[in-house]
């Protein structure tokens, strides 16, 4: 691992995060998109934003950002924002998060996954482009 910052997952890290706004706070209304769908992207938000400024192998980025998903998650079953102090509202309360759920940690794992394959796919077809030429 090594510094590097990248402008294009930078350029990635603000439109994921700007997504994430738009879902939070425009399409809340849509259970299935706020309840799902931003748990998927958040830890595309970690991934890019990560790689913005360090060079990593993406295999460990990834099981580390699950890890790191499932770890926070389960600080919620455990109401450590509340135990550390926090108000309910506050940045870091949001961040942390209050409510436990299996389902969201299926949806981390889910946008793990999309994160792998999508990478295997972009890999295989660099590898296909440089043999035919």
């Known amino acids: 691992?090594?510094?590097?910052?990248?402008?294009?997952?930078l350029l990635l890290t603000i439109f994921i995060f700007l997504t994430e706004v738009l879902i939070?706070?425009?399409l809340a209304?849509?259970?299935?998109?706020?309840?799902?769908?931003?748990?998927?992207?958040?830890?595309?938000?970690?991934?890019?934003?990560?790689?913005?400024?360090?060079?990593?192998?993406?295999?460990?980025?990834?099981?580390?950002?699950?890890?790191?998903?499932?770890?926070?998650?389960?600080?919620?079953?455990?109401?450590?924002?509340?135990?550390?102090?926090?108000?309910?509202?506050?940045?870091m309360y949001i961040v942390i998060g209050n409510s436990f759920s299996w389902i969201d940690i299926l949806c981390y794992a889910a946008g793990c996954l999309l994160l792998f394959l999508g990478l295997k796919f972009t890999q295989s077809k660099k590898e296909k482009q440089t043999i035919a030429g």
């Not at 691992?1 to 997952?9: A, H, L, N």
């Not at 830890?43 to 580390?64: A, P, Q, R, S, W």
């Open 1 to 9: 691992m090594k510094f590097k910052f990248s402008p294009t997952y």
């Open 24 to 26: 939070a706070t425009k």
């Open 29 to 91: 209304d849509i259970f299935f998109v706020r309840a799902y769908l931003g748990d998927v992207i958040v830890v595309m938000l970690l991934y890019t934003f990560v790689k913005t400024f360090v060079k990593i192998n993406d295999e460990k980025l990834i099981l580390g950002i699950l890890i790191f998903s499932c770890i926070v998650e389960f600080a919620q079953y455990f109401m450590v924002a509340e135990k550390l102090g926090f108000r309910p509202g506050s940045l």
